[in-house]
């Protein structure tokens, strides 16, 4: 067995229903054994409708609509999160709930604390999905599974595209459980992990970055320095500020 074909550490279970907590209990990214094979499936299958090519050409259109009345744009704040995510509810047959989703996944793992903000998105979010169901929190999981990495994947192959170095993997690692202790497995070389608990996401995933790129031909850097989110597991930008030109201004 390869270190990612390990279980998951496992989450508590008795959790008051429709809370963060409730949402890692109930979701395949947490789950093990039985439970997550249901629950993947019931992921599989929400997306296996989408199509990646309908989610591209939206994600460009959205994209291009929002930057076409700005001058400077932060591509993490503005775009990277909110139009994958809104993209993909809508292709879920939800409303663009992505100010909901966003405060979600910043709560979503298991060594956060969730803030109330991100309680009462979460209850927003499961009354728009019909209530505290399996089905509904695999629904919502797709949304939250897509925010960061999402965000990760554009803001890193816009940084790369607009300097010249190579585009860094969102996702650097994962955790599991291996002879009784939780330990940090690499996903060095592999972006989209491996084996049964492989993103499910990852050619939606693709193709909702490649347009929002797509509508950020002809953007450059902005003299502000992008910043990095610092957490061991992840390398993306926190902020990337671009605006329109190829080039830099002259320096006079
Ligand atoms: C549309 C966007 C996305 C969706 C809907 C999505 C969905 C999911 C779901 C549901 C899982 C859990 C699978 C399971 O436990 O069986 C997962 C796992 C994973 N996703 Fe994604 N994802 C998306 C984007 C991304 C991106 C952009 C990356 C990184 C480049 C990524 C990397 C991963 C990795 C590494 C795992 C496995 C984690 C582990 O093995 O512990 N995903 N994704």
């Given at each position: 067995m390869t270190s990612l074909s390990a279980p998951v550490p496992p989450v508590p279970h008795?959790?008051?229903?429709?809370?963060?907590?409730?949402?890692?209990?109930?979701?395949?990214?947490?789950?093990?054994?039985p439970d997550h094979v249901r629950r993947r499936a019931l992921a599989v299958d929400l997306l296996a409708p989408v199509d990646p090519?309908?989610?591209?050409?939206?994600?460009?259109?959205?994209?291009?609509?929002?930057?076409?009345?700005?001058?400077?744009v932060d591509v993490m704040v503005e775009l990277a999160r909110p139009v994958p995510v809104g993209v993909l509810a809508e292709a879920?047959?939800?409303?663009?709930?992505?100010?909901?989703?966003?405060?979600?996944?910043a709560a979503y793992h298991p060594h956060v604390e969730p803030d109330p903000a991100a309680e009462a998105a979460l209850t927003r979010l499961i009354a728009v999905c019909g209530g505290p169901t399996e089905l509904a929190a695999a629904r919502?999981?797709?949304?939250?599974?897509?925010?960061?990495?999402?965000?990760?994947?554009?803001?890193?192959?816009?940084?790369?595209?607009?300097?010249?170095?190579?585009?860094?993997?969102?996702?650097?690692?994962?955790?599991?459980?291996?002879?009784?202790?939780?330990?940090?497995?690499?996903?060095?070389g592999t972006p989209f992990g491996a084996g049964p608990r492989a993103c499910p996401g990852s050619r939606h995933a693709r193709a909702l970055a490649a347009g929002?790129?797509?509508?950020?031909?002809?953007?450059?850097?902005?003299?502000?320095?992008?910043?990095?989110?610092?957490?061991?597991?992840?390398?993306?930008?926190?902020?990337?500020?671009?605006?329109?030109?190829?080039?830099?201004?002259?320096?006079?």
């Open positions: 008795d959790v008051p229903r429709g809370s963060i907590a409730w949402l890692r209990a109930s979701v395949a990214r947490f789950s093990n054994g090519d309908s989610l591209r050409e939206k994600a460009f259109r959205r994209t291009h609509r929002i930057v076409s009345g700005l001058d400077v879920l047959g939800l409303p663009d709930v992505s100010a909901d989703v966003v405060p979600v996944a919502i999981g797709l949304l939250v599974q897509a925010c960061d990495a999402t965000a990760g994947l554009i803001g890193n192959e816009l940084f790369a595209a607009l300097t010249g170095k190579p585009a860094g993997q969102p996702v650097l690692a994962t955790r599991r459980r291996i002879d009784g202790e939780d330990v940090t497995v690499s996903l060095a929002v790129l797509e509508a950020l031909h002809g953007f450059r850097l902005t003299e502000t320095e992008p910043s990095w989110v610092s957490s061991p597991n992840l390398r993306m930008p926190s902020v990337l500020p671009v605006t329109r030109g190829r080039t830099a201004p002259a320096v006079c």
